[in-house]
């Protein structure tokens, strides 16, 4: 049973920082894909960025690009989101999510439909 657990949200100015993180546990294959996705009132769910836990590919929302930074601790089972130079328009709801099983090579895994786990979110207030 995949379980995706966040903390790290609050509220910060603009101009600030935060870092979520996301423990995730009963994954037991080491190569998987695992994204951060944010929902604002009345807005659909975006992907902010994704990681590849076996290869360490990366991929970031544009919005995100020299801003945010997305690693993971195998060891802990952790993925972290740095978000740096945080602006108004970030605030949202954040969500951790895992593609367990695998997607098929060609899914976009900046789409939320692509992962089959979430966890329950964490919000971040930039004022």
């Known amino acids: 049973h995949v379980q995706l657990v966040e903390s790290g949200g609050g509220s910060v100015q603009a101009g600030g920082s935060l870092r979520l993180s996301c423990a995730a546990s009963?994954?037991?294959?080491?190569?998987?894909?695992m994204g951060w996705f944010r929902q604002a009132p009345g807005k659909v769910r975006e992907g902010v960025a994704s990681?590849?836990?076996?290869?360490?590919?990366?991929v970031y929302a544009d919005s995100v690009k020299g801003r945010f930074t997305v690693s993971r601790d195998n060891a802990k089972n952790t993925l972290y989101l740095q978000m740096n130079s945080l602006k108004a328009e970030d605030t949202a709801m954040y969500y951790c999510?895992?593609?367990?099983?695998?997607?098929?090579?060609?899914?976009?895994?900046?789409?939320?439909?692509?992962?089959?786990?979430w966890g329950q979110g964490t919000q971040v207030t930039v004022s």
């Open positions: 999510a895992a593609a367990w099983p695998a997607p098929p090579y060609w899914a976009n895994v900046m789409a939320a439909g692509t992962y089959t786990h």
């Open positions: 990681l590849h836990t076996g290869g360490g590919s990366i």
């Open positions: 009963g994954v037991t294959y080491s190569g998987y894909w």
